[in-house]
């Protein structure tokens, strides 16, 4: 008899908080079949009221160590925390290691800390394709507080923003020069930019870097703040939390309602992006041929051709 | 296609620190297309059912090199208690023969020893994988 047999629904015992049902439900959801979308359909009307708090930066940054001891401290206060780590798939196998729990071992037997390790599965943007839905999943089983952790993110994985009420976003010191704080990208979708390492010695000076960026984009930036933490030996985690807490109050009045309208574009431009991939992919290798080889005589433009194409893809029938 | 990549649990209970074959089963099994849950060594037996729980696996390797496959029979009755027998359990590593049959009846599925080719580990662990991954993602009513 597993644990899932019994004559509540998978969905009926997710809502009251049941642990097993929530697993499996993720399991469902990332295999995005007929199923997974009556699921999805169903959860998203009870999502709404959990915090999420992303954290970015580069591979090795510190992301998981530091939401290990983030971690620490909300459970100190009692706050139950469901934690999303994705990690990347070999783009070779289509396998992965999900080794972020690594550095979250202390939780590891603690029923107040749920921890998902998700594989991104070829998405791009830092995160997995299903992360909304499970995000739905994880919210309306009753989780108040929601940690996303993105893959080692470089300068373009900005989804996170499209789901996280806060973003906190992650330096390991002496890995550019001021060049590199001042170009576009992940520094400047922060809520919270946090040195961490800041034990190592070019620790100060990411740290003015960052400052005199912040400085030089005016206005708009002055309400980021920059935290130095030592997550290894959990220093620096009072300034970092509370400039999380600062950040969330300006969002603790948005109903349940509201909150699934914010992230709803972001969900559906998701669902549309696999739905048109995948019509894509089932065409006939022969009607793509046809016009790669009316390219290839000249006959009609690049333009054309992708024009073509996206106009057979959106005729192919689920 | 049901549920497409197996996703494994590799982990170390016990007092044994030598975790190379670990990683390197681990390496074998995520070039066989499977997700892989690592963790590091000396994990007991309540953690090890609380990550195979959370994480909705179909399998649980156990990598044992110091004896440490003489309380596999343990976690086989935790697993049974979070009702997560479904779950199929290998172990790897040095394991006399002699001590085959108890861990069998216990219910571990496979056993791979010093011999052991990575054809044999990733056949053996697809096979059990897709077995329970099947069997789990369509039993009971999901809405």
């Known amino acids: ?318 | 296609m049901i549920g497409q990549q197996i996703r494994v649990l590799v982990t170390k209970i016990g007092f044994d620190g030598h975790d190379r074959g670990s990683r390197v089963v681990a390496a074998y099994l995520r070039d066989a297309s499977m997700e892989v849950i690592y963790t590091p060594p000396w994990q007991k037996i309540e953690e090890v059912v609380a990550l195979a729980l959370q994480e909705d696996v179909d399998v649980i390797g156990i990598s044992s090199l110091a004896s440490d496959h003489l309380i596999v029979p343990d976690l086989m009755d935790a697993l049974e208690d979070a009702g997560l027998e479904h779950i199929g359990v290998v172990v790897g590593g040095i394991v006399p023969d002699k001590e085959h049959t108890s861990l069998k009846n216990a219910g571990v599925a496979r056993i791979f020893g010093p011999g052991a080719s990575r054809e044999d580990i990733v056949n053996g662990v697809t096979e059990l994988g897709t077995r329970v991954r099947t069997a789990k993602l369509s039993e009971g009513d999901f809405i």
């Open chain 1, 1 to 318: 008899m597993s644990a899932l047999n019994s004559t509540a629904t998978l969905f009926e015992r997710l809502l009251i908080g049941d642990v097993v049902a929530l697993a499996r439900a993720i399991s469902i959801l990332e295999t995005r079949d007929d199923r997974s979308d009556a699921l999805a359909n169903r959860l998203h009307g009870h999502a709404g009221k959990a915090r999420v708090i992303g954290f970015t930066g580069p591979p090795g940054s510190g992301k998981s160590t530091l939401i290990n001891a983030y971690v620490a401290r909300l459970r100190a206060a009692g706050e139950r925390v469901a934690i999303l780590a994705v990690d990347p798939s070999s783009p070779l196998s289509g396998g992965s290691i999900l080794g972020d729990r690594t550095r979250m071992g202390e939780h590891n037997a603690d029923t107040g800390v749920f921890i998902r390790s998700i594989a991104a599965r070829g998405y791009p943007g830092g995160l997995a394709l299903s992360i909304p839905v499970i995000l739905d999943a994880v919210d309306a089983a009753g989780w108040p507080t929601v940690i996303l952790e993105t893959v080692g993110a470089g300068q373009s994985e900005n989804e996170i923003v499209e789901f996280a009420d806060v973003k906190v976003v992650l330096n390991a010191p002496g890995l550019g020069d001021d060049i590199q704080a001042i170009k576009a990208g992940i520094l400047e979708i922060a809520d919270v930019l946090v040195v961490n390492k800041s034990d190592l010695p070019l620790a100060d000076q990411t740290t003015y870097q960052l400052q005199a960026m912040l400085e030089l984009r005016g206005s708009r930036f002055q309400s980021v703040s920059i935290v130095k933490t030592t997550a290894i030996e959990h220093k620096g985690l009072e300034e970092l939390d509370q400039a999380i807490t600062d950040k969330l109050t300006t969002t603790a009045n948005i109903s349940p309602e509201q909150r699934r309208f914010q992230r709803l574009p972001a969900l559906l431009r998701r669902r549309v992006d696999a739905m048109f991939r995948a019509r894509l992919d089932s065409l006939a290798p022969d009607k793509v041929n046809t016009i790669c080889n009316d390219v290839r005589s000249g006959k009609i433009s690049i333009d054309s051709a992708a024009a073509n194409l996206a106009d057979l893809a959106f005729k192919v029938k689920n």
